[in-house]
C-alpha cells in the first residue's frame, strides 16, 4: 500500500459521508426488520456461531485487497479480532463505501465496522459503539519553518488536495493571510512539500508519518493537528445487546493493547488516546 | 435520475471566474509573444547556424514535441528546486508555456523559412545583401504569412492547454473552477460554465487573429503587393 492509497482512503471516507447523507434517510425507511429470535441479534449470532460484518476494501490503510484478492486491512483485522473474541465465525460482507451503512440496515450485515467516522448524521440512523480508531488531519511541514498553530500559518503557503477531508477543514483554521494553494491529487501536494513549493501541507497523519520517513532529507515533522474524526463500530437501531457486547469489547481490547496494535500495524502510527463515547 | 441544475451559486462565484480566465489569458499571451520571439531566434539557427547550433536546436525540439507539457511542467515546478532554481506555480508555468509554444512555434518557423523559393534567396546573395539582410527584407514577410494560419491554431492550443498548469496549484481558469467544484459539489454546473468561457476565449482569440491577419498580409501592405506579383 502506498501513501497515495492511503489518502484516498481519507478522501473516499469524507465523500462516503457526503453520499450517506443523501442516501441515509431513503434506506431508513426500507429497513428490513431481521428476525428477532427472543433473545436478540446476539443470541442469535452465538447460536449460529456466525457474525456477519461489513467489508469495505477500497480504503487504504482500513480495508484494502492483498496480493491474493482476500480483504485485508485494520478494520478487516478488527473485524476478525471481533468475531474470535465472540468464539464465531466471520462472515466479510463486501459493500462499498456509500453501502456500509445501508447494507446494515438492510440486514445484509450484523455490524458495520468499515472505518465510519461518528457523525451526527449517522447517529441519527445507527448506533454507534464507542470508538477504537482514530483518523487525524494534519499540517505538516519541514522542520526549518516555524508553525506551532493555526496562527502562524499566516503568510506562509500551504498546500492542500482538492476534494479530500483536509479541504474540508484545513481553510476552517487558517487566519487572514494564509496562502491556500490547491493541487489536483495528493502525490503533487506531497511533492510541493518535500521540494519547498510550500511551506507546509494539509494531509491525514498516514501521509505524513509516510512521506516523512521517505524523505528523510526534507526532515517533514506533523506541525499541529487540525481535527481528528474517530471512528467505530456500527449496529442497526434497537441492537442494544450487541451495541452492549461492543462497548464491553472496546473496553477490554483497549484495555489489553489489542486495538493499538492492529492500528499500528496498518497504518503505522500510535494510536491516539480513544476518548469514551 | 434527475440532475437539478443550480446555476445560482455559479454567478455568486463570477468574479473568481473571470479572475481565472483572465490569468488564462495573460499567461496565453505572454507564453505566445516570449515563445514567437525565442521561435524566431531558433528557427533562423536551425536554418542558418552553424553545424553544432542545428543539432542542438533540433534536439531542443525534439525534445519538447516529444514529451508531455504536464511532465515538462513538473520538472520545472517540482525538480529545479533540488538543484536550487525556485519559481512561484505562476512564473513557472510562464515559462514552461513559453518553452513549450517555442518548440513547436520553432517548426512552424522553419517550414516558413524553407517555403520560400531558392531563386529569391539567391537573387539576394547576387545583389550582394548579407545574411540578415536576406532575411529581413526576403524571407521573413512570405515566411510568415506562409505559417501565419499555423501559428494561429498553435496559439489558440497554448490557450487551451493552459488549463494544465492548474497541476502546480496556479489558479487560471481550470485551477479556479476545480477548487470551486469540489467545495461547492456543483461540478455539472462550473465544468459547464469553464467550457463555456474556453469556446468564447478560443473564438474571440480567433477572430482577433484574422484581423491581425487581414491588417498585416491583406490590406495591401506593400511588401505583399511587390510579393505577390
Redo the contacts between chains.
Sequence with gaps: MNRRDMLMGAATAGAAG?ALLAAGSDVAHAQVTPAQTAGGVLDRIIKDKKIRVTAEVTSPPFGILDRNNQPDGSEIETSRQLAKDLGVELELVQVTAPQRIPALLAGRADVAISSLSITFDRAKTVMFAPPHGALSIVIAGAKKNSIKSAADLAGKKI?LT??TLE??TVPGIAPQGTNL????DIA?TL??MV???VDAAGMSAFAAKSVADRNPRAEIENKFTVRTAYYGAAVRPGDFDLLQFLRTWVFLNKQNGVLARIYQKYTEIPLVDLPVL | MKYVFQFGIVWDHLPRLVEGAWLTLRLSVGAFVLGLMLAALLAFARTSGPRGVRIAVTAYVEFIRNTPFLVQL?VI???L??IGI?FE?VTAALIGMTLNFAGYATEILRAGIESVPRSQIEAGHSLGFSRLSIYRHIIVYPALRAVYPALASQFVLLMLGSSIV????V?ELT?II??LQ??T?RAFEFYFVATGFYLTLALVLRLLLDAVYWLAFVRGHPAEKAWAR
Design positions: 457526503v498546500g482538492r476534494a479541504e474540508a494553494v490547491y493541487f489536483d503533487a511533492q510541493a521540494s519547498g513549493q | 513538473f515546478y517540482f525538480s528546486p533540488a525556485r506555480a492548474a497541476a502546480i496549484s489558479e485551477g476545480n477548487t469540489s467545495t459539489f
